[in-house]
């Protein structure tokens, strides 16, 4: 089994910047990908970044490159996910999931293992 736990969600405002933590424990395998995903208020939900442990790989969705970066904390076996210059439609709830994801890492049901969520709001 694996537990993820994610932390770091808030109110923040246009602009503003935030840093989700995913931090993962039990039976993670060195070849799991974590990845992050969000739900907005009336939307599904959607990719939004993975990263690979066996090779370092990192993946993120286009519509989202330049303002969200995702890495790694091997010392704290956490996987973050650093938001700048958010807007308000960045508003959701953020999921960190992990699995044995060999290929299509933006569909979530290549994921076996998810945490609560996260909640992010940004004002205008």
Known sequence: ??????????????????????????????????GWFR???ESEREFVAAFTWRDDTVYGAD????????????AKNMVNLQMNGLKPEDTGDYYCA???????????????YWGQGTQVTVSS
Do not use: H, M, W
């Open 63 to 74: 519509s989202l490159k330049g303002r969200f970066t995702i890495s790694r904390d091997n």
């Open 98 to 112: 992990a699995g044995a994801v060999l290929d299509a890492v933006q569909s979530e049901r290549r994921y076996q």
């Open 39 to 41: 739900q907005g208020p």
């Open 1 to 34: 089994q694996v537990q993820l736990v994610e932390s770091g969600g808030g109110l923040v405002q246009a602009g503003g910047s935030l840093r989700l933590s995913c931090a993962a424990s039990g039976r993670i395998i060195s070849s799991y990908t974590i």
